[in-house]
């Protein structure tokens, strides 16, 4: 396994593949989640847009801006000692130039501490992964179901399910590796046609609902405890409900405050005897 102590590096991702060591990877968009992450040894750490979504409520993440994907990056990055830090670009920060791409992946590297970034996006985006890669930012490909372009793919539906765009995924991860992706996030594709990609590929691929034949895993952290209710995609695995304690704790303070029973007497601060005694007399002095 890899030293849970140090930090981990692009050379590290490429060991853990060499050696056949499945890589774990989930969102986070906060420190303290993030904190426990890293604590519990997680390989890689995505600063998603899908912040826009579980974080702010929005119904897609098309509202995610660059300032709020920068400071919640971050506010990760500070967490992660040892984890591998990935900050998501968002919509429209790399879509129109290069030199728009450029300047926003640096943000995520200088104001954002992250590690790398990613993208969405196949062939299309190959010569934005290689400005960015040029100067010096390693960069992460996103292909399949791609949410920033979900008008365009149909919606938020699994991707590849026909030979010709299965095709065409085979064909983008190749492109992106030249163009010098270090490393493949595949969305919501079929297992198998999955498992092409990672067999053709040089460069770690990583799933988020694309099957256990690639070298990681990721998901996203508010659905894995049951925090997100707008929707559950079919390979989301729920570890755990913390909806339903939070729910419980909040309605019990709740009744608390109404019936009085909180604050108690050990919850408050108190005056010493003497001072109190001083400020009685004090007040009587002014009446």
């Known amino acids: 396994m890899t030293d849970k102590r140090s930090k981990v590096t692009i050379p590290d991702l490429y060991a853990m593949v060499e050696r056949g060591e499945p890589i774990s990877f989930l969102t986070a968009y906060d420190y303290p989640t993030a904190l426990l992450e890293d604590r519990?040894?997680?390989?890689?750490?995505?600063?998603?847009?899908?912040?826009?979504?579980?974080?702010?409520?929005?119904?897609?993440?098309?509202?995610?801006?660059?300032?709020?994907?920068?400071?919640?990056?971050?506010?990760?990055?500070?967490?992660?000692?040892?984890?591998?830090?990935?900050?998501?670009?968002?919509?429209?920060?790399?879509?129109?130039s290069d030199e728009m791409a450029v300047r926003n992946a640096g943000r995520f590297i200088?104001?954002?501490?992250?590690?790398?970034?990613?993208?969405?996006?196949?062939?299309?985006?190959?010569?934005?992964?290689?400005?960015?890669?040029?100067?010096?930012i390693p960069v992460m490909g996103h292909i399949g179901l791609t949410p920033q372009a979900a008008s365009m793919i149909g919606g938020l539906k699994s991707q590849g399910r026909s030979a010709e765009v299965a095709l065409e995924l085979l064909?983008?991860?190749?492109?992106?590796?030249e163009a010098g992706a270090f490393a493949i996030l595949v969305e919501a594709v079929p297992a198998r046609v999955a498992e092409v990609i990672v067999r053709q590929a040089s460069v770690p691929i990583l799933s988020i609902g694309s099957?256990?034949?690639?070298?990681?895993?990721?998901?996203?952290?508010?659905?894995?405890?049951?925090?997100?209710?707008?929707?559950?995609?079919?390979f989301v695995k729920k570890y755990t409900d913390i909806a339903s304690p939070m729910l419980e704790a909040f309605q019990s303070y709740i009744k608390d405050v109404k019936e009085r029973r909180f604050p108690a007497a050990e919850h408050e601060y108190r005056i010493p005897d003497e001072e109190w005694r001083r400020l009685e007399k004090a007040i009587e002095e002014d009446a």
Do not use: N, W
């Open 110 to 136: 200088s104001e954002g501490g992250a590690d790398a970034v990613k993208l969405e996006g196949g062939a299309r985006m190959a010569d934005r992964v290689q400005a960015i890669v040029d100067a010096g």
């Open 40 to 96: 519990a040894g997680m390989d890689m750490i995505l600063v998603g847009d899908s912040g826009a979504m579980c974080l702010l409520g929005h119904t897609s993440t098309l509202p995610a801006t660059m300032d709020f994907m920068v400071q919640i990056t971050a506010a990760v990055s500070r967490a992660a000692s040892r984890a591998f830090v990935v900050g998501d670009m968002p919509y429209m920060s790399y879509q129109p």
């Open 171 to 177: 064909d983008d991860a190749e492109i992106l590796e």
């Open 211 to 234: 099957g256990g034949a690639c070298h990681g895993q990721l998901l996203i952290v508010h659905d894995i405890l049951s925090l997100f209710e707008a929707f559950t995609p079919k």
